[in-house]
């Protein structure tokens, strides 16, 4: 088992930033990809970004490409997303997941954190 804790969430106005953190406890975190996902009111879950186990491979979603950056220290156990410019329709509860591949699909993880808040005001 893999417990994941978010945070670092909050209320931002647009074009500011935020850093989100997810904290890992139990089995080996540097065994795992890090991805970061959220979900936006009445929305499905979407990919947001991952971070390989080996931290040298990261894949972004296209509406976040250029103002996010996934990162990951291994001798802390905790995954970071850094948000810039952030726009209103930023707006959602994000959600870290460990799973066993660099996916796209929430399927594809196993362990998820309880998510946290990010609402960014026009």
């Known amino acids: 088992q893999v417990q994941l804790v978010d945070s670092g969430g909050g209320l931002v106005q647009a074009g500011g930033s935020l850093k989100l953190s997810c904290a890992a406890s139990?089995?080996?975190?540097?065994?795992?990809?890090m991805g970061w996902f959220r979900q936006a009111p009445g929305k499905e879950r979407e990919f947001v970004a991952v971070?390989?186990?080996?931290?040298?491979?990261?894949t972004y979603a296209d509406s976040v490409k250029g103002r996010f950056t996934i990162s990951r220290d291994n001798a802390r156990n905790t995954v970071y997303l850094q948000m810039n410019s952030l726009k209103p329709e930023d707006t959602a509860v994000y959600y870290c997941a460990a799973g066993t591949h660099t996916g796209r699909r929430a399927y594809e993880y196993d362990y998820w954190g309880q998510g946290t808040q990010v609402t960014v005001s026009s």
């Open positions: 139990g089995r080996t975190f540097s065994n795992y990809a």
């Open positions: 971070l390989s186990s080996s931290g040298r491979f990261t």
